[in-house]
C-alpha cells in the first residue's frame, strides 16, 4: 500500500472512531477528532478526518446501530423545535445543527438562530414568557472570513437544553458558515421543519 494509500485508511478509521465517540459519548466533532487522534495515535494531521468526514460517518453508525433511537429522538427534538420556533416566531426563527442533520442526542439539545437588530427585543420576549434564562456569547464564522461574536440566551424546556442564538437581520441574508460543511448554513424554517415532520419516513442523508 502506498503512503497515500495508508493515510486514507487512516483517515477513515479515525473518521469512523470520532463519530463513534460522538454517538456514545456525546462529544463535538473537535473534541471527539482530537479525542481519537490520541488514542489511536494518529498525530499526522494529513490522516484527520475534517468535520463533513466526520459527520458522514456518524449518519452511517446511527443508521446501522442506532436507527430506531435516532428517529425517535431526532422527532422529538424536531417537534420541540417546532413549539420553540412557534413562541419566538417574530425573530424569524432557524433551525439549525445535529437535529436538522438527524444526528443528533437529547442532551445536547436545540439551537435555534433568531434575528434582532437589538438583542434587548429576544430579552424582553424571554422575561414576557417568565422563562428563566443565561446569557453568553458565541463566535461564528462568515464567508468573508470575519469571525464575529454573537449574544447566546440558554435556556432549559423540559429536559432539552435550547440556544438562542441573537443575530443581526442582515445576516438572514449572509448566514454564518457550518462548522460540519464550511458552507453559509441558512437553517430551516418554521414551514421547512412543519414539512419535514410531515414526512412519512426520516429524511436523514444517506
Given amino acids: 500500500m502506498t503512503a497515500v494509500g495508508r493515510r486514507e485508511v487512516r483517515r477513515q478509521h479515525l473518521a469512523y472512531e470520532s463519530a463513534r465517540m460522538m454517538a456514545e459519548q456525546g462529544l463535538d466533532a473537535e473534541r471527539a477528532r ?5 488514542r489511536l495515535g494518529v498525530s499526522d494531521r494529513r490522516c484527520w478526518p475534517d468535520h463533513a468526514e466526520i459527520e458522514v460517518a456518524l449518519q452511517r453508525q446511527y443508521r ?3 436507527a430506531a433511537e435516532r428517529r425517535a429522538v431526532t422527532t422529538a427534538l424536531r417537534i420541540q423545535a417546532l413549539a420553540a420556533m412557534q413562541t419566538f416566531a417574530a425573530f424569524a426563527p432557524r433551525l439549525v ?3 436538522v442533520s438527524g444526528t443528533t ?3 445536547r439539545g436545540l439551537e435555534l438562530r433568531l434575528f434582532a437588530d437589538d438583542p434587548a427585543e429576544v430579552v424582553f420576549a424571554l422575561i414576557d414568557r417568565g422563562i428563566p434564562w443565561q446569557e453568553g456569547e ?3 464564522r462568515y464567508a468573508d472570513g470575519k469571525i464575529q461574536s454573537h449574544p447566546v440566551f440558554s435556556f432549559i424546556a423540559g429536559e432539552v437544553p435550547v440556544e438562542l442564538v441573537v443575530l443581526p437581520v442582515r445576516a438572514q441574508r449572509n448566514p454564518p458558515l457550518s462548522t460540519v460543511s464550511e458552507r453559509p448554513d441558512p437553517g430551516l424554517g418554521q414551514r421547512d421543519l412543519e414539512q419535514l415532520l410531515s414526512l412519512p419516513e426520516d429524511p436523514a442523508p444517506d
Fill in 34 to 38: 482530537r479525542k481519537a487522534a490520541r
Fill in 64 to 66: 446501522l446501530f442506532h
Fill in 97 to 99: 445543527g445535529a437535529p
Fill in 105 to 107: 442526542r437529547r442532551e
Fill in 138 to 140: 458565541t463566535a461564528l
